[in-house]
């Protein structure tokens, strides 16, 4: 059982609205083992909606369509699957009631171009649509020997609307169809390591024809790893994307942070909120949330909103810096005047600084920093742009310090990265690194590249 999603409407195609309806009605299919032959979008052009749909029927089971039934004359989806049908519009007597009924609720008079709405191509059904006017359509697309080869259902583009008439009408019809089958589905999320160093760890995890499959994709600067198992029924399949994220999890390792919706952020925020003191004035032992603060130069405050971006940040972080100029770093930061002009704002010597002060100044348990050249001007020969160099402080292992003494001597971690990509990309990969390091710090491992 297999199907194809075709999106209508020149907002798509021109960029102006992201199509957010293929995206779910796919996760919606492949959890009743449904696949997926193809996305299609087109603009609001007659011809181009026929071409489309003749192109699709003899491709796949079902053809789901979204857009284009609207009441305007830039809704043409009807028009053009009845003229690949070969049959002509029909008027729906009682849509027409419905939409009355609802313009009466309004107070309002249905105006004369709404009746489109109610006409569907001969030989289908109406799928009644309980949030709006535009009611869908369900036809049997019959090939020549008058054989049904393909179903096709019509949906509103609107969102709500669509969403609505799909799991109540459309997903039944295809999850009967299908048997009970699915296809489950498991995202894992690594950072650190580029695309074709994941694909050579993973090995014969992603050879082609393996079920469950086992993929990678990279964005934002991650590289995930996609486990899709499709089998007879729910249960199977979720066993064996079990066992294969399992494997996957052997394969790599502490490398993946987590999985699905996770977030590194988010991922980091769970190990702090977990998190055991190590200071020498707590019981040994006693679990208690741990504190982080940041000191970003080239990243401008990312790193500090991306722990923010976590509701219920302010349990573990306790303040942030934006030392964006040389001059900022020594009189907001402490950061030594002569270490600036000796090392560079962007060397260890610096970062180390930014980390140790920003730990001390805040009273936390951790404490990150950033300084770095994120582009596309500003680099040189022995730092080049991308160049990024990073500080985790914390408390010195064994110290006795207590109270706010314990602050005031701190341990550190410093590194240099040779981040790539553009200026945005640099920013989010040199947050990323600092958040990675504070992860193995918190999971009491060396950081492994």
Known sequence: MNAIILSIGDELVLGQTVDTNSAWISQQLASVGCDIVAHMT??????????AIEES????????????????????TRQALAAVMKTPLELHPAWIDHMRTIFTKLGREMPESNKIQAMIPRGATIIWNHAGTA?????????????TTCRVFVMPGVPREMKAMFARDV???????????????????????????????LGELMKRGRNPS?????AGGLVSLRVNARFASSEEATRQAGISREA???AMGDLIFGEDADTLALVVSRLLKAG??????????????????TAESCTGGLLAKLLTDIPGSSAYFTQGWVTYTNKSKYERLGVNEEVINVYGAVSEPVVDAMAKNARRLARSDFALSISGVAGPDGGSATKP???????????????????????????????????????EMVRLRASFMALTMLRYHLLNKSLPF
């Open 214 to 218: 086992v993929g990678t994709t990279v």
């Open 42 to 51: 087109v603009g609001d052009d007659q011809h181009a909606v026929e071409q």
């Open 135 to 147: 009611a869908g359509i369900d036809a049997p697309f019959q090939s020549g020997d008058q054989k």
């Open 276 to 293: 055991k003191s190590a200071d020498a004035s707590s019981a040994a032992g006693e679990a208690r949330v741990l504190t982080v603060a």
């Open 385 to 423: 742009v991308g160049t990024v160099c990073i500080g985790l402080a914390y408390a010195t292992p064994g110290s006795a310090a207590r109270g706010d003494a314990r602050f005031a001597e701190s341990t550190t971690a410093v590194k240099t990265f040779q981040l790539h990509g553009d200026r």
């Open 57 to 76: 029927v003899g491709r796949c089971d079902t053809l789901i369509i979204s857009g284009g039934i609207g009441p305007t004359e830039d809704d043409l």
């Open 248 to 250: 996957c999890q052997v």
């Open 171 to 201: 997903l039944p019809h295809i999850s009967q169809l299908t048997g009970g089958a699915a296809i489950v589905s498991r995202t894992l999320h690594t950072f650190g390591l580029g695309e074709s160093t994941v694909a050579e760890r």
